[in-house]
Antibody, heavy 121, light 108 residues
Framework: QVQLQESGPGLVKPSETLSLTCTVS????????WTWIRQSAGKGLECIGRIHSSGSTNYNPSLKGRVTMSVDTSKNQFSLKLSSVTAADTAVYYCAVTYYYGSGTFYNPSWGQGTLVTVSS | SYVLTQPPSVSVAPGQTARITCGAN??????VHWYQQKPGQAPVLVVY???DRPSGIPERFSGSNSGNTATLTISRVEAGDEADYYC???????????FGTGTRVTVL
């Protein structure tokens, strides 16, 4: 199983951009899908979006165009940017590997430990 | 969006069986995955595609899915099974994973 580790600022000001990176170890980032998930007290677990090692992405429509994901295969990393943040974006952010099971179904067999991001001035 | 409803809490005595439900319209037509989350830790996959178990997950964890309800069953419950459990399906319209509301399992 691959290991994943999130990194980035723990405090972001309102209206600014949240930026996180996930470093993958114990395996190659290539040929797999990777997902960002967040967990807040008010909304439980929420999938933010998914990126393939090729760079193709799929984002949660509820985040209304504020999300950008990217992948750097040379560093075995993928990243999340969430713009125009508000207090509602305060959450623990997880990165996870995503396997395709078939019939349009994916699941997340391994997660990072998570990182708390607080949005506050 | 697709809403997955779980009971907020389930209490069970050690050695007994815990059943956690995940309800949604025609969920039986989808593949359901289950995650266990202990306090301060990341979720861990315990069942995927309705009934399959990842390596390292005890056989005491099993799943089923039919009609409007999917169920995670924990047999011979142990104190270490105390955790929050979440179901997940992949929503075809948005091509995004959707999680259930979560169930806290308390071992009496």
């Amino acid at each position: 199983q691959v290991q994943l580790q999130e990194s980035g600022p723990g405090l972001v000001k309102p209206s600014e951009t949240l930026s996180l990176t996930c470093t993958v170890s114990g395996g190659s980032i290539s040929d797999y899908y990777w997902t960002w998930i967040r967990q807040s007290a008010g909304k439980g677990l929420e999938c933010i979006g998914r990126i393939h090692s090729s760079g193709s992405t799929n984002y949660n429509p509820s985040l209304k165009g504020r999300v950008t994901m990217s992948v750097d295969t040379s560093k075995n990393q993928f990243s999340l940017k969430l713009s125009s943040v508000t207090a509602a974006d305060t959450a623990v952010y997880y990165c996870a590997v995503t396997y395709y099971y078939g019939s349009g179904t994916f699941y997340n067999p391994s997660w990072g430990q998570g990182t708390l991001v607080t949005v506050s001035s | 969006s697709y809403v997955l409803t779980q009971p907020p809490s389930v209490s069970v005595a050690p050695g007994q069986t815990a059943r956690i439900t995940c309800g949604a319209n025609n969920i039986g037509s989808k593949s359901v995955h289950w995650y266990q989350q202990k306090p301060g830790q990341a979720p861990v996959l315990v069942v995927y595609a309705d009934t399959d178990r990842p390596s390292g997950i005890p056989e005491r964890f099993s799943g089923s899915n039919s009609g409007n309800t999917a169920t995670l069953t924990i047999s011979r419950v142990e104190a270490g099974d105390e955790a929050d459990y979440y179901c997940q399906v992949w929503e075809s319209s948005s091509d995004i994973g959707v999680f259930g509301t979560g169930t806290r399992v308390t071992v009496l």
